[in-house]
């Protein structure tokens, strides 16, 4: 954030007439506050940007005079930091976030976090959801539009073929993959839908593909999880094992190899597997596996 910010809101303070009290007394707090930015001591907290722009009577770049990159970053931050995101950060981010939308070389960053935004403040009221849904079924436990409400909330398993299935997704990967024959991360995407779906014959075909533009543990990975989705839990046990053989120093192997065994509920060997890709993994590690096992260990009854 520009050093020189303090300085602003004083100047902008006293242009409006107004002393440090007044303006703390707006924002709800104390006038020592406002004397420790003005003097660059603290900077303000990103909750009162939007208050403060709307009461210096300016806009939040000219406030707080910062790059739009820094804007992205601060916004970015916010997204994967925060638990809870307020009214009011929410409201800054989303705008700068959509007047950015013209500029050519920030769209699609200031799209992907538009996107993350929205699903941030959606996961948030999934909670809130959660909460209340519970509720209700302790109030009218026979009530199925309560139970209904919490396997929504909670994205759980709807029997339901008509709403569970995936084919929007299909198609959109279908047509996706087809544009960008050359980016193997999409044909993955593909797989895990057609598989989840049970279109066997599909993904047969997708998975030649994607081995042939990128060939790794990945070919043995979705052949043993066709084998498994057709009823051949055998032949899947055995392509498992033969890929944690190609690939012995490969951690995401070994790590999916553990998700394998996790979903056939067999938790010694899915912990083993696990703490396998752990070790392997470079610094610094995600912690994926290390959640899989306290869930395994939960589900055991041993924590």
């Known amino acids: 954030m520009n050093i020189e ?28 506050a406002v004397s420790k930015w003005e003097n660059r001591v603290t900077l303000p907290d990103i909750q009162f940007l939007p208050q403060l722009s709307v009461i210096l009577g300016v806009t939040i770049d000219e ?13 970015e931050n916010m997204i994967h930091q925060e638990h ?24 699609s960053y200031s ?15 999934r909670e809130y959801a959660v909460h209340y849904a519970k509720d209700a079924i302790r109030q009218v436990p026979h009530s199925k539009r309560n139970h209904n409400a919490l396997r929504d909330a909670e994205k759980g398993v709807l ?30 995407w593909l797989l895990n839908y057609l598989i989840a779906d049970g279109r066997c014959t ?11 533009i990128h060939a790794s543990y990945l070919y043995p990975l979705y052949d043993g999880l066709i084998c498994k989705e057709e009823g051949n839990h055998a032949q899947a046990l055995l392509l498992w094992e033969q890929m944690t053989d190609l690939y012995p120093d490969d951690w995401a192997a070994w790590t999916s190899r553990g998700d ?21 993994q470079p610094h610094p590690k995600y912690t994926d596996s290390l959640e899989a096992m306290c869930h395994i260990y939960s589900i055991q009854g041993n924590l």
């Open 5 to 32: 910010l303090g300085k602003k809101i004083r100047w902008l303070r006293l242009q409006k007439g107004m002393t440090q009290e007044e303006l703390a007394a707006k924002l709800n707090l104390s006038s020592q």
């Open 63 to 75: 406030l707080f005079a910062l790059t739009d990159d820094t804007h992205l970053e601060r916004i």
């Open 84 to 107: 809870v995101i307020s009214e009011d950060d929410f409201h800054y981010a989303e705008q700068f976030l959509k007047g950015k939308l013209d500029d050519e070389e920030r769209k």
């Open 111 to 125: 799209l992907t976090l538009l996107a993350e935004l929205h699903m941030h403040r959606s996961d948030e009221h």
């Open 159 to 188: 029997f339901d073929w008509n709403y569970s299935n995936h084919h929007k997704l299909i198609a959109y990967y279908v047509n996706f993959v087809q544009n960008h024959p050359d980016y193997w991360p999409a044909y993955v």
């Open 202 to 212: 599909e993904a047969k075909e997708i998975l030649e593909k994607l081995n042939q």
């Open 260 to 280: 394998c065994m996790a979903k056939l509920c067999r938790y010694d060997e899915a912990v083993q597997y696990y703490s396998k890709g752990y070790e392997l």
